[in-house]
């Protein structure tokens, strides 16, 4: 099967021929329709999150159930699935107290880029190839059963829906999970990529006002579109999200970019007693200072969100889509082939596209 692999940092993905071996226990094996590209992705290329190459990357799909592993069970050939970039072992103490998202097991292969046994279902002449989180961005997969949930018949044709298995699910995490967003809240998002988009979503849905602050004109117009009020970056952001607030600021701010100056911003546009966020993800090693003073003297809650929960949070998310709460569409409408691959990876990188879908 043809995958895009990436042989050494910094350098351009190639389309190769692969080996991929059938399902172990608790496994099943994708055909992908359709996959997203995401900034993570783009951490890995440069290294910056440094899984080993050769590898394939690529996280969030559609995808055809094409072969069930031993003891997988209410999955079988032929369902169409959502597959998450999260993979719970089921069994582990945070699996087992309703934490998922941040399994003990899953953190431990997860920068190893191995299932969770630790081994590799893809191979190139005999050479084990890693993937990260998924390796969906080929024409086959294999992912622990835990990570993908169904999709119901009537969305079974819609590329735009892989963006559920990342973006989505992030989006959820922060704003219900981790933001414990209430109908009526203000809710400040940093950031208007693919994340923050879906978070501007996540919080209309919820009846909160959501204010959008960014860089990019073209997304801060989506952002609009959407319903958010916005605000440049450029301007004073910290002084426009304190005027629009009555000089208070937010009750719920994400910060979906993953840089020294943001989460600063996204600390000082924090209302008392409100919450911030952390979704954006720094490289690995890198930290951001914190206003302390601000933070004690306001009584600013801090929480870092790390996606959420596959089978609780992704069947939620998918109803979401399903009743029209949730249109992925409209910020996953670039669309690309597998050996354009490369081509994807470069405008999300140049902001030309928020969130680019491979079609393998
Ligand atoms: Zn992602
Ligand atoms: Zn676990």
Known sequence: MRGAVLHAYNTPLKVENLDVERPREGEVLLRIKSAGVCHSDLYVLEGATPVPPPLVPGHEAVAVVEEVGPRVEGLAPGDVVVSSFIWPCGRCRN????????????????????M???????????????????GVWAEYAVVPASAVVKLPQRLWDKPELASLGCAYLTAYGAVVNSGATSPGDTVVVVGTGGVGLAVVQMAKALGA?????????????????????????????????????????????IEAVGSEETVDMAIEMAAAGGRVVLVGLMAVGRRAPVHVARVVRSGITIVGSYGARPRVDLPKVVSMVDRGLLRPELLASDKYRLEEVNQAVEALKSGKSVRPILLP
């Open 95 to 114: 699996c087992a107290r309703g934490l998922e998202n941040l399994c003990e097991k899953f953190a431990e292969v997860r920068l190893r880029g191995t």
């Open 116 to 134: 969770l046994d630790g081994t590799t279902r893809l191979s190139m002449g005999g050479t084990p190839v890693r993937v990260f989180l998924g």
């Open 209 to 253: 006002r959501v204010i959008a602050v960014g860089r990019n004109p073209a997304k801060l117009k989506i952002a609009s579109e959407m319903g958010a009020e916005v605000v440049d970056v450029k301007s004073s952001p910290v002084e426009e999200v304190k005027r629009l607030t009555d000089k208070r600021g937010g009750d719920v701010v």
